[in-house]
């Protein structure tokens, strides 16, 4: 099972996504859903059965603050919740350690890594392609900085959290 912990405008969403025959069961705030997924002509385009009822799913943008999405054309954006808990001192030294690590937002398969040790990026500029759930994902820069380094290779799996890439 996969978690996903996620706010919008219209509250505070859990997400409990699990593999089921040839789909997903996805629990939203308790309430179950069965889906099965088709790949859509289109790089981030997937058709969604939820139940009999066919719905078109465009994923707009995916990184690990934010989720921007159009369902049968209606855009939903939704960011990840913040923690409840503070950081303790380990805790703190840690995510210290990790903020200039660009992290996996699900788990998947690297398809392409984009960039190399030594190269400068910009906010939103491409860094690596994941593979999920059949779509393509480009995790992004989340600012202007130096790759420092690569940390996982062309078709690594690689799960929700790891790191992927440091910048400096």
Do not use: C, W
């Not at 989720?67 to 808990?85: K, N, Q, W």
């Not at 779509?135 to 600012?143: I, P, S």
């Amino acid at each position: 099972m996969t978690r996903y912990e996620l706010e919008s405008g219209d509250g505070h969403f859990v997400v409990d996504v699990t593999p089921a025959g040839e789909g997903y069961t996805a629990t939203v705030s308790g309430k179950e859903y069965r889906l099965k997924l088709k790949r859509q002509p289109g790089q981030n385009t997937i058709l969604v059965e939820v139940g009999d009822k066919p719905v078109t799913v465009t994923l707009l943008e995916a990184n690990p603050q934010q989720v921007r999405m159009a369902i049968d054309g209606e855009h939903f954006s939704y960011t990840r919740a913040a923690p409840l808990v503070t950081a303790s001192a380990p805790r703190a030294a840690a995510a210290a350690t990790l903020k200039d690590v660009v992290v996996a937002p699900m788990p998947g398969r690297v398809t392409t890594t984009l960039v190399k040790d030594g190269e400068r990026v910009s906010a939103g500029d491409p860094l690596v392609v994941l593979e999920s759930m059949k779509m393509e994902v480009a995790v992004r820069a989340d600012r202007d900085a130096e790759v420092k380094e690569v940390l996982v290779a062309e078709g690594a799996a690689v799960k929700r959290g790891q790191g992927l890439i440091r910048l400096g």
